[in-house]
């Protein structure tokens, strides 16, 4: 049985995304919201002329930034609604993106060691059963290819922005409930926090090896409790892993 996501991100979701948009066409590919891109961490490289599995590719945007770059780039994200309008985007672009309506661990479309580089952003959180999804990825990239994703950081999940006192932990850090969190201090959206322990490990259990994990604290976010939050805190969680064995 593959692993449970929801088909259709919630409504929530959707209003996040949009208010979190930048205006116009993206010059980088982004990891979360008030984050640093990928023009300062520079964890894909050049992907000029390389096959990019974009997993969960959401609206596109980082898909066709990718394109613009010069990759052959595959996006794979399970709603519908996200999926138009990534080809919208394309189009509007003028890039070719390869899309797919697909469960993130359903990758059988695509051949095993024939992908570049992978990157997921924010598009795991609600997986239940993460090591077959890693899994996945590993059969389709090559050897020691790079997988570079982020998710909410689980620090940051202790913290209730609609609390008297937003900066007091409501919540423990190991967890294992869905909460309700607002990357950007307005919308809030429900994630399924996993330590960063528990992520290290199912990636190594995945023969993945990890070369880089990062915490940037948020930059530049508007105002808000949850803004607040993200200036101590870091919002996001950021793994760069690659491709042990075959």
Known sequence: MAPSIHAEPSPDWHRYTTATEPPGPR????????????????????????????????NGANAVVLAQQGAKVIGVDPSTDRLAAARERADAAEVRVELHQANPADLAFLRSDSVDVAISVMALAEVDDLARVFRQVHRVLKPEAAFVLS??????????????????AARPYDQSDPVPWSPDGDVMVTDHPRTVGTLFTTLQR????????????????????????????????LFRARKQGN
């Open 27 to 58: 010059s980088a590919v982004v990891y979360g919201a008030a984050v640093p891109t990928e023009e300062s961490l520079k964890l894909l490289g050049n992907v000029e002329g390389k096959r990019v599995l974009d997993l969960g590719c959401g």
């Open 151 to 168: 998710f909410p950081h689980p620090a940051f999940a202790m913290f209730d922005p609609t609390a008297e006192d937003p900066l007091r």
């Open 206 to 237: 995945s023969s993945f090896w990890v070369d880089q994990l990062l915490e940037p604290t948020a930059e530049g976010t508007a105002g808000g409790a949850g803004a607040d939050i993200a200036r101590h805190v870091p919002p996001t969680l």
